[in-house]
């Protein structure tokens, strides 16, 4: 189908209506392609009418020239109970000057699942009026998968909030640096956030967003609260959410855990990234044997296409407390600890919590993972995130220096070392080879780690390292962002250091321009090993390297789910439970390689 115009007059309307459909089911899609040709083709719309409603929800739009080509659009419907239309309009004001078509439109996934038998599997659950056998893990999820509502029948309103009546038991963290918005439709900037809510699927449905237009800057954090929960126990509590992420300076999305009411607590997940303009469902399986809370925390990109929407977020299997979580108290030299042991029955061989006397296996101390209820197993390891703010190196130490130290009672100031920095301290002549502003807070007051080449001579190298990492995950990696500017910058390198051997992950060498630059290093599972990254001064004083927000991502090493593999999960051989996506993709999810196998 192509527009033809026949008419002058000055808003011009073309438009194609679908026939009138019942109902979709809850993974319905609508793809199609489209042509968008011309020097003024106008705005095109695909737009949802509902019986009953009378504002139609705008599910998809072009706003200008694409070039002269097909393109596919892909669009999320999602479950609609009611009967609908959609209608194609497309809005010439004066001049038309162009060719629109669309062509080839395909539904997929769009019925209810069908009536089964049986359905005995305890993983499953049966629907009462359409009788389709259903994944138990879609039960209490806030979407009718069923299509008669009895997957979402005997509910627990507390555990679940579709923003349709506010946050629910959902509350603004006070410690961040703004809020999540509750809004219907379209968020206000163009090409980023939800068209429409993920409960309705409609402009009509509510949900929260996250707005990254000015006044926010590059990495503000909202954060929302979750109600508190008792500790699990053996039996994992489920957190289903779905999430937007579109645009193309969206940033950051990422779920937290914490038993102690002042801290951050453990990364659980993060998504990076546009993900494209569709909800999307995340499941989490979280476990604790104490009180605890959940932290879903939004991070603005670099620009105003950030926005990032939440809807539909739900809790199965878990029960709420009505306490308080403890808190910590801090020293500037981080969490303060006592330096006495309590009673225990430890070996030598065994790590002693300092809380409670609980031994629990050297393996166990730094791995990214708190076993012990006051953490201290993790305490004097490497942070997972170091942005090096109030002088803070986050557990880094410099081995030379300390060897030297020990060895001579020497001051240390000329040797080629890394130190601390920022650019109000820096001296006139010195921003041309050292950042101005740091990467954290991007201002002059803000500090980063940078080896002094003013210091030392042509070849010197520099190594700050973190203390021995017992054990790592899957998909472990160090993300972190370097600055290398200046004639004669040397080179930068990541090392990896067991007791008996060194060998080198990444280098870059060489002036890499005036600006901070992501690099990442994939790790994997290794254990009992350093990180260190090493500078090697080049031929004269204009070459500073310097580091910023270095960040271990998904090292935790896996833990046994305590319960079977689903359907959508491949059961390795020690037990874990991993995607079936990730099975033959040439990384070692199972941590045995069973899932690499290739008798697979």
Known sequence: ???????????????????????????????????????????????????????????????????????????????????????????????????????????????????????????????????????????????????DGSDEDNCNSDLQCNFENGLCNWEQDIEDDFDWVRIQGPTPTLNTGPFKDHTTGTARGHYIYMESSEPRQFQDKAVLLSPLFNPSGNRSCIFHFHYHMFGKQVYKLSVFQRTVSN???????????????????????????????????????DGFTGDIGLDDMSFLGCTLYNGNLPTVSTTTSGTSLSAT????????????????????????????????????????????VCDFEDKNQCGWYQPSLEQMSENYSVHTTNIFKWELGRGANLYSGQEKHCPLIDHTTHTEEGWYLFADSSNGEFGHTADIATPVISLTGPKCKIVFWNHMNGSTIGSLEVLYKTSNKISKLWTQSGSQGPQWNRAEVFLGIRSDF?????????VSYMGDVALDDITFEDCSPLLSPGRPCTSEEFTCANKLCIPKDNLCDFVNDCADKSDESPTI
């Open 1 to 147: 189908m192509f527009i033809l115009k026949n008419t002058s007059s000055i808003s011009q309307v073309a438009r194609l209506r679908s026939p009138k459909f019942r109902q979709t089911g809850s993974n319905c899609t609508l793809s199609f392609w489209y042509y968008n040709y011309g020097l003024s083709v106008g705005v095109a719309e695909m737009r949802l009418l509902v019986d009953g409603l009378k504002q139609p929800t705008v599910l998809w739009r072009a706003y200008y020239n694409e070039g002269n080509q097909w393109l596919n659009a892909v669009i999320q419907l999602g479950r609609l109970p009611h009967p609908f239309q959609l209608s194609l309009d497309r809005i010439s004001l004066g001049v038309y000057d162009g060719i629109s078509a669309i062509d080839d439109i395909t539904f997929e996934n769009c019925a209810l699942p069908p009536p089964a038998l049986s359905c005995e599997d305890p993983n499953h659950f049966w629907c009462r009026d359409t009788k389709a056998c259903i994944d138990r893990l879609l039960v209490c999820d806030l979407v009718d998968n069923c299509g």
């Open 263 to 301: 801290t951050r607590g453990r990364l659980l997940w993060y998504k990076f990234g546009n993900q494209g303009n569709r909800w999307i469902r995340q499941t989490l399986y979280i476990s604790s044997s104490e009180p605890f809370q959940i932290l879903v925390k939004g991070t603005v990109g």
């Open 341 to 384: 042991l309590p009673m225990n029955n430890c070996t030598e061989e065994e790590f002693v919590c300092r809380a409670s006397g609980r031994c629990i296996q050297m393996i166990q101390k730094c791995d990214f993972t708190p076993d012990c209820s006051d953490k201290s197993d993790e305490s004097a390891c490497v942070m997972e």
């Open 530 to 538: 350093q990180v260190v990254f090493r500078a090697r001064r080049g």
